[in-house]
């Protein structure tokens, strides 16, 4: 059949399709999305062995347990919610060098099964020379450098791996569109062709993608719609602690994270993460508390850091790291007006110790007492903690799965743990001390006052 080109505009966002160019998609409302591209309807009869499906009655589908294959790693099948599901599609994103390839490659390396690694960025002997540096054991993973879909496939056909990667999706084109590499139309292409070979054939695919300097994924945004599952790996390159995080989970929970310790042999796994975060030191100093923080269904000891200081400045600075900003400028008006400190006028700076960004709201009691803690200068006890949600009225508001956090306090050695006195259950068979407040004048009376 004749290859008919024909010129089609299309939201970068969306996938939205044109006929013309428009400054404003109709469809998503996103401005300057709509970009030209290039479309070749091609034959597709080269991909006519992962076409054969036909209806079934649900009665008659077979469901085995061994829909998953594990990973030797606990932290990735955590994540994946027990390993990767037969016939699924993981997208799996993050900056350049923050260790996307190395995670994949230890896996592929470690597995029990046959994978199939695509890579278009690499060539087999530099894939070879990392893998060395990781593992000597080199014996069940197939490497190949290619970037034409056709040719992937056909390697699938031959080789019959249990496991398929893709090193990533904006180096793949297919033949049947005339568009460069990487263009939307190549990318979206090639990932519905190689979703229809996964859940034709049972074949776990995952994909790497790479993200925009606004921290998006490169590509259209129906991208992360067409797939089961989308990771996001994150973490500073000068830091060694990288977080492996579910943003989209089809067959296990979101926002499940694992985390890793980057070091010359690749990523090693961090099976008791809460030490990583929170100070070793005998005595601490003023401007420091800790809090109990659930990530997914994991809860974490997290250190958080802050310093109060008279404005150099003639506008006070609002500088948080790892903390929400806004959400921190809300806490500081909440001390002016609830507790009566007079912070507006002075410079506040929160850290979150160990790159972590936090999102929970439990650790605004934690916020609120490092504040006080550096603006005072007294230091807080090294053996409490404290796991509250504040509300504008300066209430202190219960929050999720308290008895998981108090056994983990519990559990690092921690004396005492403040929460809210909306909580009524009953902590008496624990070793930590429950202590429960209502409002911030009780913290400042029951937490400042008695150390001062």
């Not at 568009?179 to 939307?184: A, F, I, K, T, V």
């Not at 060694?240 to 980057?262: A, C, H, P, V």
Request: with cysteine; charged share 25%; net charge neutral.
């Amino acid at each position: 059949m004749s290859s008919k080109i024909k010129l089609i505009y299309s939201c970068s966002n969306c996938g939205a399709k044109y006929p013309k160019w428009l400054g404003q998609c109709t469809a998503c409302g996103e401005w300057n999305t709509v970009a030209e591209e290039i479309v070749n309807t091609k034959n597709k009869n080269d991909f006519e062995f992962i076409s054969k499906s036909k209806a079934v009655n649900i009665n008659e589908i077979n469901y085995a347990n061994d829909q998953r294959i594990f990973f030797s790693e606990n932290e990735i099948n955590r994540v994946l919610g027990g390993g990767i599901v037969k016939g699924s599609v993981v997208l799996i994103s993050g900056e350049p060098g923050i260790g996307k390839s190395t995670i994949l490659l230890q896996n592929s390396l470690s597995s029990s099964e046959k994978v199939l690694y695509i890579s278009g960025e690499e060539s087999s002997s530099q894939i070879k020379l990392r893998a060395q540096r990781i593992t000597e054991n080199l014996t069940n993973c197939f490497i190949l450098t290619e970037t034409n879909l056709e040719l992937i496939l056909k390697n699938v056909e031959e080789i019959k791996p249990d496991i398929l990667i893709i090193d990533s999706i904006q180096t793949v084109q297919t033949d049947i569109h005339e568009s460069s590499q990487g263009s939307l139309t190549q990318i979206r292409e090639c990932t519905g062709i190689l979703i229809k070979l996964a859940k034709n054939t049972g074949l776990p695919i995952i994909i790497v993608g790479h993200i925009t300097k606004e921290g998006s994924i490169a590509g259209p945004k129906i991208l992360e719609h067409m797939v089961d599952v989308v990771l996001h790996f994150e973490g500073d390159k000068q830091n060694q602690y990288r977080i492996l995080r579910s943003k989209k989970n089809r067959f296990g929970s979101t926002d499940e994270i694992g985390i890793y310790q980057m070091n010359s042999n690749g990523l090693n796994e961090v099976s008791d993460p809460s030490e990583l975060f929170i100070s070793k030191k005998e005595k601490k100093s003023s401007g420091s508390a800790v809090s109990v923080t659930l990530d997914g269904s994991r809860s974490l000891m997290i250190e958080i850091q802050a310093l109060v200081s008279s404005a150099v400045y003639g506008t006070p600075q609002r500088i948080s790291n790892g903390f929400n900003s806004k959400r921190l400028n809300m806490l500081l008006a909440i001390l002016e007006k609830r507790a009566g400190f007079k912070i507006g006028i002075k410079d506040v700076f929160i850290n979150v110790t160990g790159g972590f960004k936090i999102e929970d709201t439990a650790t605004d009691l934690a916020v609120i007492c490092a504040i006080l803690s550096s603006n005072i200068n007294l230091a807080i006890d090294q053996y409490s903690c404290f796991c509250a949600e504040v509300d504008l009225s300066g209430e202190l508001r219960s929050v999720s799965s308290i008895e998981k956090r108090v056994n983990e306090a519990q559990r690092l050695g921690y004396k005492n743990i403040y929460i809210s006195s909306d909580i009524k259950q009953d902590f008496n068979s624990t070793k930590i001390n429950v202590n429960k407040l209502s409002n911030v004048k009780e913290v400042v009376k029951n937490i400042f006052k008695e150390q001062g």
